[in-house]
């Protein structure tokens, strides 16, 4: 559903580029159709988002996202085996909490924050997690990347008071109190689907 952090808006804008190329007998690149859907949302609708979502759903697969300075997007396909990819999966638990929020002003206001110095360092901060958590994927590190997962989300909460509410956090104790190593709020946060990484022993 919209408004769940799952990035629908950007699948849907994609998916009609898509449609659209393909009615008219046209070829693009999927780094193309990331492109468009970006202009299209960002550029022409004024959305305060980022590319993630267009390039996430265009390209497909796991990879690592770098989001150059001229607008460039450079994409790096994550080598993980096919063993600790189906692990990763298995571990990975995803629960709606039946709250949908725009995103838009959760966003605005992060957008604004970051212009203060704390706030710009705690971004930072979260940027570097990112090589961290690849290397814990390429080497089977997950219950690592899991941890690293509430280190995000721990840090991600300092960014805006919109991104977490009591409910949301009652669920994440819980989650966490049973077993799991860490998690998020999928999206921009305020609501939308609960991530968690649980070893496969804590499944229960």
């Not at 090589?131 to 509430?150: A, M, N, Q, R, S």
């Amino acid at each position: 559903p919209g408004g769940t952090g799952l990035g629908s808006s950007s699948a849907f804008t994609s998916g009609l580029i898509n449609l659209c190329l393909n009615f008219n007998n046209q070829k693009k690149s999927n780094y193309w159709i990331a492109e468009e859907a970006c202009e299209i949302e960002i550029n022409r609708l004024g959305e305060p988002i980022g590319k993630q979502d267009q390039y996430a759903c265009s390209i497909g697969g796991l990879n690592q996202l770098i989001f150059c300075k001229n607008g460039k997007v450079k994409v790096n396909p994550i080598r993980i085996s096919p063993e600790n990819y189906n692990a990763l999966n298995d571990n990975l638990y995803m629960y709606y909490t039946g709250i949908k929020r725009s995103a838009s002003s959760i966003l605005k206001e992060q957008k604004t924050e970051t212009t203060t110095d704390a706030k710009f360092r705690i971004m930072q901060k979260i940027v570097e997690l990112v090589p961290l958590g690849k290397d814990y994927l390429e080497t089977g590190e997950l219950d690592c990347f899991g941890e690293l997962l509430h280190k995000g989300w721990e840090l991600k909460k300092q960014m805006s008071d919109k991104i977490s509410n009591t409910f949301i956090e009652e669920m994440y104790t819980l989650g966490m109190k049973n077993g799991a190593l860490g998690g998020k709020l999928l999206g921009a946060g305020g609501g939308g689907f609960l991530l968690f990484y649980v070893p496969k022993n804590n499944k229960n």
